[in-house]
């Protein structure tokens, strides 16, 4: 496959100030299988893991980011894969509802936490797994299915946020939520403001997102493989895996600066950058 190459000479990025909820792993470990990437016959190293996560946490507060923090909680290894724990738009939270039996009390966990800081909180009647499948772009909603969240929940996000609300399915279960197949670069939306693996998406779905992001980044298998699409950013700064060099070279190449950060150890449960930050828009 031919990677993408931009059209035009690359345009001047600007960064916007973000607030972010993180959740510090002091309780991870990989103890069950809902996904490929896990596998709870291999050793995990919890300490390993916070201290990579302190270079994100780190790195955001460089950056300028407010970050804030819930409190993990013990037999909750996944809670520091804090995108799945709602939608915030608008200053309403809308709550996650999880698939798998082992992440389900999660969601109330962070639906209080939101409401303790002053979101309302729509609670889910769909299964959904907040922001690991429903990404904003300019003042439309992404939303993914076809592994984790129901299509059901896209109606919930229209009647709750008023907006579009656009369905794209995966069909790789290696890329199982939204997040790992396709980053938001520039979220004011623009036709280069997203990069992606076509690979994870439906015939349909590739549809849309070649029609609305023409200009888009399309990222090869070593990145993804990485979770490399698994980023956050500013609409400059792009915080990535470190692996995925290619990725960022393509960034470098668009006006973006990219930060590579190594996450290898919460790799191992199924989450890069962008399933430990979850944005909250007022």
Same mark, same amino acid.
């Given at each position: 496959?031919?990677?993408?190459?931009?059209?035009?000479?690359?345009?001047? !990025?600007?960064?916007?100030?973000?607030?972010?909820?993180?959740?510090?792993?002091?309780?991870?470990?990989?103890?069950? !299988?809902? /996904?490929?990437?896990?596998?709870?016959?291999?050793?995990?190293?919890?300490?390993?893991?916070?201290?990579?996560?302190?270079?994100?946490?780190?790195?955001?507060?460089?950056?300028?980011? =407010?970050?804030?923090?819930?409190? &993990?909680?013990?037999?909750?290894?996944?809670?520091?894969? %804090?995108?799945? @724990?709602?939608?915030?738009?608008? &200053?309403?939270?809308?709550?996650?509802?999880?698939?798998?039996?082992? !992440?389900?009390?999660?969601?109330?966990?962070?639906? =209080?936490?939101? %409401?303790?800081? &002053?979101?309302?909180?729509?609670?889910?009647?769909?299964? /959904?797994?907040?922001?690991?499948?429903?990404? +904003?772009?300019?003042?439309?909603?992404?939303?993914?299915? &076809?592994?984790?969240?129901?299509?059901?929940?896209?109606?919930?996000l229209r009647r709750i946020y008023g907006r579009e609300v656009v369905t794209l399915t995966l069909t790789d279960p290696s890329f199982y939520h939204l997040d790992t197949a396709l980053a938001v670069?520039?979220?004011?939306?623009?036709?280069?403001?997203?990069?992606?693996?076509?690979?994870?998406?439906?015939?349909?779905?590739?549809?849309?997102?070649? =029609?609305?992001?023409?200009?888009?980044?399309?990222?090869?298998?070593?990145?993804?493989?990485?979770?490399? +699409? /698994?980023?956050?950013?500013?609409?400059? /700064?792009?915080?990535?895996?470190?692996?995925?060099?290619?990725?960022?070279?393509?960034?470098?190449?668009?006006?973006?600066?990219?930060? @590579?950060?190594?996450?290898?150890?919460?790799?191992?449960?199924?989450?890069?950058?962008?399933?430990?930050?979850? =944005?909250? !828009?007022?």
């Amino acid at each position: 496959m031919t990677l993408t190459q931009p059209s035009t000479s690359a345009p001047e !990025r600007v960064a916007t100030r973000r607030t972010v909820l993180m959740c510090r792993p002091d309780h991870f470990t990989v103890s069950y !299988r809902i /996904n490929p990437w896990m596998h709870p016959e291999d050793p995990t190293d919890t300490s390993l893991a916070v201290r990579q996560w302190e270079t994100l946490y780190a790195k955001y507060q460089e950056l300028g980011f =407010e970050v804030q923090l819930i409190d &993990g909680i013990a037999g909750l290894p996944d809670m520091v894969y %804090a995108a799945n @724990g709602g939608f915030v738009l608008d &200053g309403i939270a809308f709550g996650a509802k999880f698939q798998h039996p082992e !992440r389900q009390p999660e969601g109330p966990a962070y639906m =209080e936490w939101f %409401a303790d800081h &002053g979101f309302a909180v729509a609670e889910p009647e769909s299964t /959904n797994e907040g922001e690991g499948d429903f990404l +904003l772009v300019g003042d439309t909603i992404y939303a993914g299915t &076809g592994f984790r969240s129901d299509a059901a929940s896209h109606d919930e996000l229209r009647r709750i946020y008023g907006r579009e609300v656009v369905t794209l399915t995966l069909t790789d279960p290696s890329f199982y939520h939204l997040d790992t197949a396709l980053a938001v670069l520039d979220p004011r939306g623009g036709s280069d403001s997203i990069a992606f693996l076509p690979r994870a998406f439906d015939a349909a779905s590739l549809d849309i997102l070649d =029609e609305r992001f023409p200009d888009a980044i399309h990222v090869d298998d070593a990145d993804a493989a990485v979770l490399g +699409l /698994n980023s956050f950013s500013d609409g400059k /700064n792009v915080i990535i895996a470190s692996r995925a060099a290619a990725f960022e070279r393509q960034l470098r190449e668009r006006g973006f600066t990219p930060h @590579g950060v190594d996450l290898s150890e919460l790799l191992l449960g199924g989450g890069g950058v962008k399933c430990c930050t979850l =944005e909250l !828009r007022r």
